[in-house]
T-cell receptor, first 112, second 114 residues
Framework: DVKVTQSSRYLVKRTGEKVFLECVQDMDHENMFWYRQDPGLGLRLIYFSYDVKMKEKGDIPEGYSVSREKKERFSLILESASTNQTSMYLC???????????FGQGTRLTVV | AQKVTQAQTEISVVEKEDVTLDCVYETRDTTYYLFWYKQPPSGELVFLIRRNSFDEQNEISGRYSWNFQKSTSSFNFTITASQVVDSAVYFCALKSEYGNKLVFGAGTILRVKS
């Protein structure tokens, strides 16, 4: 079974803090994604990566950056957390040529 | 631009009722893929089905069935004889053949009461 693991289920951070959300997958997938989930808006793509050190902006990249130094790990970084970044964050991975994505359990981030 | 619309924000049914979740999509691509995911209270999205645009055959898997109609750009999901364990948020999603992005609908919250 594909396993996508996010480092935290719940996080509470203060405004202005630098926040790291970590995601690891164990199936050697090329593609990894970070989504943000908000009620009524579904999932919106923040960033994705199609290879080590390669990244592309999604629909809502403002206020976020990412890092992919190893194939299995994809980090989402909030440079200076703000209250409007309070949300559920979901990581996903997908193999090239196989179109369904596999998701982690999500990290519920609260910025106070 | 691609778009997925799930017009039903929330549905409540009583156990054993049948329920249909609607999904309407927009795309200019001739080749694309449609998906349904289930998100139980635990939070992890669980993949249910993938359908490509050239395969309009309906599919049944146990109590689940999917009706893909290209003419109306719809990919509806029916749960027969619903159970409490079906309570979850259900997402419909769309992906073009060449892109990396999955475009999601807003989701439908399904509550099944005993």
């Amino acid at each position: 079974d594909v396993k996508v693991t996010q480092s935290s289920r719940y996080l509470v951070k203060r405004t202005g803090e630098k926040v790291f959300l970590e995601c690891v997958q164990d199936m050697d997938h090329e593609n990894m994604f970070w989504y943000r989930q908000d009620p009524g808006l579904g999932l919106r793509l923040i960033y994705f990566s199609y290879d080590v050190k390669m990244k592309e902006k999604g629909d809502i990249p403002e206020g976020y950056s990412v890092s992919r130094e190893k194939k299995e790990r994809f980090s989402l970084i909030l440079e200076s957390a703000s209250t409007n970044q309070t949300s559920m964050y979901l990581c996903a991975s997908r193999n090239r040529g196989i179109t369904e994505a596999f998701f982690g359990q999500g990290t519920r981030l609260t910025v106070v | 631009a691609q778009k997925v619309t799930q017009a039903q924000t929330e549905i409540s049914v009583v156990e054993k009722e049948d329920v249909t979740l609607d999904c309407v999509y927009e795309t200019r691509d001739t080749t694309y893929y449609l998906f349904w995911y289930k998100q139980p209270p635990s939070g992890e999205l669980v993949f249910l089905i993938r359908r490509n645009s050239f395969d309009e055959q309906n599919e049944i898997s146990g109590r689940y069935s999917w009706n893909f109609q290209k003419s109306t750009s719809s990919f509806n999901f029916t749960i027969t004889a619903s159970q409490v364990v079906d309570s979850a948020v259900y997402f419909c999603a769309l992906k073009s053949e060449y892109g990396n992005k999955l475009v999601f609908g807003a989701g439908t919250i399904l509550r099944v009461k005993s």
